[in-house]
């Protein structure tokens, strides 16, 4: 049998599926638990108080976080529901990463500005993280 130019021999494309799925859903278990991190950190922090050091880092860190779990996922080469999943995940992480950047930005930009276009003045409702969750579940179904 030959392999290919690099010398490795080509994985079969069944195999490749496996991997991806599996992949899927370890970023899956990841988005999962920053989510909540995230959820936590909006829902403490009491609007119109100044961001403490801690909480910058931590909010920095989670961005950090959603945006390479974000380029993990957007690589997966998955097809059928899996690729449906894949996209879905993608765009709730950036839905986080958009979040987690505009949500403290008053702290850092003009005062007065409608934050109200990203998210209601009371704590996250936890959709977005639910649906993370329940993504994962359809992915460790299919795996």
């Known amino acids: 049998m030959r392999g290919s130019a690099d010398g490795r021999v080509p994985a079969p494309r069944a195999l490749g599926d ?16 920053r989510a909540e991190q995230a959820e936590a950190l909006l829902t403490c922090h009491e609007d119109g108080e100044p961001l403490g050091s801690g909480e910058a880092r931590r909010c920095l860190r989670l961005r950090v976080a ?8 957007d690589e997966l080469d998955l097809g059928g529901a899996e690729a449906d999943i894949r ?3 993608s765009r709730l992480l ?13 702290d850092i930009g003009p005062a007065g500005r409608d934050r109200l276009a990203i998210r209601s003045r009371g704590p996250m409702t936890g959709a977005p ?3 993370l969750a329940t993504l994962r579940e359809r992915i460790r179904a299919a795996a």
């Open 87 to 89: 996209d879905e995940t």
């Open 129 to 131: 993280a639910t649906r």
């Open 18 to 33: 496996v991997v991806g799925r599996l992949s899927l859903a370890a970023l899956l278990d990841e988005a999962v638990d």
């Open 66 to 73: 959603f945006a390479e779990l974000q380029r993990w996922v």
């Open 94 to 106: 950036a839905f986080y990463l958009h979040l987690l950047t505009h949500a403290f930005e008053r």
